[in-house]
């Protein structure tokens, strides 16, 4: 197939799955009675992207997105049980960010050996690198693989830490797994660790790579490509063998969210990319019916892939919806016409999604596969030996940063610059607006972190505490008088006002709503934040509230 016409065909995949999926999954339906019949998966293929450091969600939000524990309990809930389970990943892995903060080196590697740990129980075969992989060099990466008794896989990287393929036999099918990765760095960002890049185009090596693990009996070939989307595109022309595309960014830095992008069915490819940070995780079932003696297995979709799609565009609209309308519940604000008219929306968007579970899928013959996405939830439950290990990382992370951290004081103001005084120096004018925010979660904030064992945790002391490492404010081991989200992180330090209260300068008065997102209420913490609709919330007698609420 020439490049022109596969680049029509990706651009005709695009738009038709566009149309059902627009951005996210959800839920998928249970495999229905034809594949139930058929028995169990040859092979079950568990795909992530990007995983990026992150282990567990973190945040305000219930049943929040991501999870590795989440992740264990959804894959052991999964039925009909697979002969053989298989996880692969692309993209970075264990870190997430390049360059270790030093103060934040000791909490990243042992978060990072948690997650190569965790994904061993979860069955990780191999994953090729993001540029934040190597953040703390090729030896540590090496024990970062060890840890996970898996392979990092990319055959135009020179490191002693990666091989450039695995084979594996599955149950009698050997499945054979290369990578790609372009290692690419934030502008501005530099690292000492990086390996160095084979000449040779990408294109030919996964030729070479392809043709080799074909002599080695492999029938069924998975590409993992942390390149830019294009790029991995590209591979399918050099090696037209590839059953499954598994596109994930070469860097990998960063706290944002991605939403997963629509899977793709380029001939017999199929092509995925799922959602960043374990929020979601793509499942593909390989049933293999009339597999060959040897050579390349081919295979056709055997699971309604365009079906999975639409109910994908289903349960983010439903979701989309549902957060719009307990937002305007909670105001008050709309009318009740509006209001109804959207419950009335609602209903019939779930109608849709229950009649397009329900429909038979045709009868799967031959080779097949069946792709599912699935958000990953707290609500999916937890895995009982992750679950375990995360709390004792946590503990650890917590015992030794409250030691390590004990000196640490925030900066100093600058002179004529106010200081951070605390929500009691505050109520001796404001008893009202006190009252109300003991009522508020903001108030026991500091108290969520106690409870689990990571206030001395530096990835979320910062927005359970008033003026983190600012001048005159706190940090993770000084913050008496300051802990919880107080006056303060929205109104400015209070010294000055404390001062001269009739100083209109001396005050924040009225913060824009759009601060709570840039300080805390952004992803990974929050899931769709409308700050406008959420303020309502916060105002109360003495704090905002119009005279008679």
Known sequence: ????????????A???????????????PQPNGTHAADGPPTL?????????GAIEPCGCTEDQLGGIDHLGALLDAQRPRPRQQVLLSVGALPFDAPVLQPKRE???????ETIATSLKDLGLLAWTPGAADFAAGG???????????????????????????????VGGTKLGVLGVSALALPAGITSPHLPGKRAEPVAALAQQAAADLERQGAQLLVALAAVPRAEAMSLLDAVPAINLLVIGDPAGEGLANDAPTAPMLLGSTLVVQTANHVQTASVVDIRLRQPPAAGWIRLADGGGLARDAELASLARRIAELEA???????SGRVDARDLAARKADLAEL????QALEQAPLPPAQGNTFRYQSF??????????????RLAAMNQRVNDHNRVAFADRKPPPAAEGQPTYVGVDECTKCHAAARKHWDARPHARAYATLQRISREYDLDCVGCHVTGYERPGGSTVTHNEGLKDVQCEVCHGPGSKHVADPTDPAGIILRQEPRSCVEACHHSPHVEDFDPVAKMPLILGPGHGAPPGE
Do not use: Y
Not at 44 to 52: D, F, M, P, T
Not at 147 to 153: E, G, L, R
Not at 324 to 330: H, L, N, P, S, T
């Open 139 to 169: 030896t540590a990466l090496a024990e970062l693989r060890d840890a996970a008794a898996a392979q990092v896989v990319a055959l135009n990287l020179d490191a002693p830490a990666v091989t450039k393929t695995v084979v594996t036999d």
């Open 375 to 388: 958000e990953v939830r707290e609500g999916a439950g937890t895995h009982p030996l992750i679950t375990q």
């Open 324 to 330: 719009r309308i307990d937002g305007w519940e909670a």
């Open 44 to 52: 079950r293929l568990v795909l992530l992207s990007n995983v990026a």
């Open 1 to 12: 197939m020439s490049a022109s016409v596969r680049w029509i065909l990706i651009l005709f």
């Open 350 to 353: 779930r109608e849709q999604r």
């Open 106 to 112: 000791t909490q990243s590697r042992w978060k990072a």
């Open 14 to 28: 695009v738009l038709t799955l566009h149309v059902t999926v627009g951005q996210g999954c959800g839920p998928p």
